[in-house]
């Protein structure tokens, strides 16, 4: 999994745990209106359905259905994501989605211009 799609990650854990606590805060702009008891399951679908979709075959696979209290470690397994990598392959294979910002090729340090010298 790229840098970004690592941060992306960590950031909807962090919202999740907040969700769950039940912080206002945690509440995402555009569920606004959303009551406070929107399950994990609930936020990791609004923020990556790409996530949402590759946990769920995951389950089937097992035919497991993990309670929200269990999917911080499941979301770092490698069988996650491996389920995860096929998933974003297969939804960035689709030319509508390429320019989705999770179809992106990972950044390489290489890339970045460096301090003092101009192109």
Not at 9 to 16: D, E, I, S, T, Y
Not at 80 to 105: D, K, T, V
Request: proline fraction near 7%; charge should be neutral.
């Amino acid at each position: 999994m790229s840098t970004l799609h690592w941060t992306l990650a960590a950031c909807l854990l962090v919202v999740m745990q907040a969700h769950a606590q039940g912080r206002p805060d945690s509440q995402p702009a555009f569920h606004a209106s959303s009551s406070a008891t929107s399950t994990r399951r609930e936020v990791l679908e609004a923020f990556s359905p790409v996530s949402y979709a590759s946990l769920k075959r995951l389950e089937a696979r097992r035919g497991a259905l993990y309670a929200d209290s269990e999917l911080d470690a499941v979301l770092r397994s490698e069988s996650f994501q491996r389920e995860y990598g096929i998933g974003l392959s297969a939804f960035c294979s689709n030319s509508a989605n390429a320019p989705n910002l999770a179809c992106s090729p990972p950044a390489d340090a290489t890339d970045r211009p460096r301090k003092g010298v101009t192109p």
